[in-house]
């Protein structure tokens, strides 16, 4: 099975499934259409393939940028309605969770002004749903999931104690092969919007 999977919710990361073999690039300073289009024909074009190739799309939901999210599922859900395609759909806090070996983890990125995102998980199974926390709740709930290893992203390292993650192949290969047994529709895929958009918010909203 042939499988494309697209992760736009901070720079542009696009990995290719072709049987046995994978195929993967990334932008880390660019997340646009301008970016990811040219990246998939390039990726596309390296596996000696065409986008009728593909059998299910993959997308990263968030949370992450709004605007690099809406793109990466714009034009992953525009494949799928044009070629009639099943897709499936990743939390970015899940891949970053890839990167520790333990069953049990708790995953965190910064969101920025202090705040930052969190979910839980043991093994496949999402066990606290994805959050927009301050920093001392964030602090708090790490502490009552003692059990649980810590991840975070490079913004919050140092911050918890534990290990900072790095989302690339091998963990979008890992989420991709774990959820695609899952996928459906591209109209039930919808984004991962934990917090509103700044303009949207009001007093008391992180």
Do not use: W
């Amino acid at each position: 099975m042939n499988y494309l999977f697209v992760n736009t919710a901070e720079g542009t990361r696009v990995l290719l499934g072709a049987g046995e073999n994978s195929f993967y690039d990334e932008n880390l300073k660019n997340a646009g259409s301008e970016t990811l289009l040219p990246m998939i024909d390039s990726i596309l074009s390296r596996a000696g393939m065409k986008i009728t190739d593909i059998d299910v799309f993959g997308v990263c939901v968030g949370p992450g940028s709004f605007t690099g999210l809406r793109i990466g599922l714009t034009t992953v859900k525009t494949f799928c309605y044009v070629l009639g395609k099943p897709c499936f759909s990743v939390n970015n806090l899940r891949l970053a969770a890839y990167n520790n070996k333990s069953r049990k983890v708790i995953s965190l990125a910064d969101a920025g002004n202090k705040v930052c995102y969190v979910a839980c998980f043991d093994g496949d199974e999402q066990t606290l749903e994805t959050k927009c926390v301050t920093l001392a709740d964030a602090e708090a709930l790490v502490k009552a999931h003692a059990d649980h290893a810590v991840v975070t992203d490079g913004k919050l390292f140092g911050k918890f104690d534990g290990a900072s993650s790095v989302i690339g192949e091998a963990q979008m290969k890992t989420a991709a092969e774990a959820a695609i047994s899952t996928a459906s529709s591209q109209s039930d895929i919808v984004p991962l919007y934990v917090r509103k958009a700044q303009p949207e918010r009001g007093v008391g909203d992180l």
